[in-house]
């Protein structure tokens, strides 16, 4: 029998007990560490799935609603709930164990709940695990229009180059063609602002595969390496937001092939087609009111020889002659007017004086009768032929558009300025946006012009089409003036191809300065030529 | 019958086992400061990391909302690219914002003078008084990497009871790449 004869027991189990009290602390160290450690992983794994895949679904719906654009197709029409108060559009969708689903809502003014081309939706993406949601996204979505771009080319000519240390573009510019930069000798070993102040992005690249698929030409050589590492100081004093700021190899951005959309909508019908004699017409249909409601915007049938705009007791004025006879339109917008008895309105006599109250529009025929129509019209005057002579000054927000499919042309001859502007100020705000749409737009020969006293052109232009060659031209070309002319744009430039558009260093409009308008690209003129591209315009994320 | 050895022990005995005992005892004490003091240090270092974090998460949703006044402005206002500051300024959209006629303004987050990290009032992310988004803050860094993303940084300091009950200085950094979806979603 072992019988233990040691008298040192007790300090073994003493030593037991200390080591334990020592391990026991280091245990709850441990185990208070490891739990929160694990939960601040968990919660940062958490959370970037849950972004992810609310992310998906926003994504997702972009794509839905910008495949329908690309091919011309209505997206409403594929909604989940097409009809009703409330039309909008489900999807779901899954990434790995995340769930998303999201409801696309147009906006009032948004098909189908209105018939703007400027569609607006709001997307809200949710993030969920098992079903228990974790995120949640909001985005205002709105279609792009080309008024979002400072300068746009379709195609341009292969000897027309952009002189870096001689342009200056405000905002956005966009080549379908190769981007083609002169950069004079020195240029990059002196200070100065840079040329382009927004992003600039071209559909072409050239040669050679190495550096950034610009054309540089001049001998101020390339702003890349011989092992086509950009040098970013370069890149800097050409483009404000350097490197960064330049992409070539973008989409194509497709001009519309035609203006029919516009035409509708001064029509302001799709169904009934518009009257073929030449004129001046304001469509309407019964309404609520004492008079027809105003459908659409101003529709002429035939060439225009010359259409003003202006401002009468604060009111938007449209003065249009064809033929040499006038009508005037009228937007009554900040105060009524009354009409005389006797004075024939919408085909009758009047038996005694009528009062127009303000949110009315008022065309006075070319044959003295009068069209008086509740509603403001949507702000579009189309003409189907050439508008010979365009001038004045825009109140209100302003599409002025031709037939560009057949190859229609609106001549400028003089200002064309905004109400809510002082000459030679930017505009602030985007109450009197004009936009001008046609296959050529001119300035017209009998523009008198001066260095001094420029041409001030407060608008938007689009001129050409889709696989035309069509743009923005000046009928400069004549010695008896003897000075050099100069034009401001304020707004922005969209050509279809680009060309000479004068006679550099002749008596011809030959100086000019291009100043974007950023409001456009918020705000452009009504049934102004949409992109099919939505532009993120709010975007909110929120744990759930 | 062998005769019983005497109890208890010599006196050399006793000194010996006391001055073992002393000297374990002064061991695992050492050993126990050693472990409050990692115990101490290592719930301190996590109190820092939770208070870095927070404020990340705090800061990470309202820079995500930044968007560009106008597409040939940043949407980042200020540091300017490359620059790094302890205050930001972006545009996000303005109060009762409308999507048809967006209108957009200027929001502000910065570390003041009493160490806490405020986003401005009279902005449209936050109306009346200034939000207190986190505080004990040494050091805040908003540095623009590239015009979507910017890097965060956050210093956060704190002191732990350690060894001899000295207090010790423990410093967290917490560094975040926020990107702002605007720019890869347009």
Redesign the interface.
Known sequence: MLVCTSRRRGSALLLAIFFLTVLFFLAMALLELLPTELRAAQRQRFSQAAYFAADAGVTEALAFLEKHLEQELEPAHAFTVQTGANPHHKMSGSLGDWTWSLEIHPDAETPPRGTSTLRIYRITSTASLFDVPYRKITVDAGQESFAKYAMFYDQGEANLVWDVSRSRVEGPLHQNDVLRLYVPGGYFDTEGSPSFLGPVTSSKFAGPEQGDGVEYTGGGGKPYNKSGSPILERYQRMLSGGREALRTGDKTKEMPKNSRNLAEAAWGSETSAPPALAGVYLNSAVGTGDFNEALGGVFIQGDVDAMELGVSGGNSTVTITQGGKKSLLTVYTEGGTNLPAGTKVNGQALPKPLDIPAGHTVLKKADGSYEVVSGTTNGVVYATGTIHSLRGVNRGARTVAVDIERDKEIVVSGDLTRADTPLGKKPSGSRDVLGLVGYNVRLGRAIPRSLNDPLYLYCTIFAGRKDGSGGYAVDGWDERWGEVGKFIIHGGLIEGQDKPWGYVGSSGFSVYDILYDSNLAKSPPPFFPMLPKLHIRSWTEEAQ | MRPHRPFGMTLLETMI?VAL?GL?GVI?MQ??DV??T??AS??GQ?AL??KA?VLM?RIS?LL??A?P????L?AILSPA?GDAADTIVFSV?APD?N????IYSQARIRREDDRSVVLDANTPLVTEDDRVLGRDIERLRFAVV??NVVRVTVDVYGTARGASNQDKVQRYTLDGLVQI??YS??
């Open positions: 086992s005992l374990l695992l050993i126990y472990s409050r990692a115990y290592g719930t996590i990391q939770q974090r998460e949703p995500v909302r968007l006044p106008d597409q040939s940043p690219a959209p914002f999507p048809r006629h967006p590239a015009r979806p605007y979603k347009n």
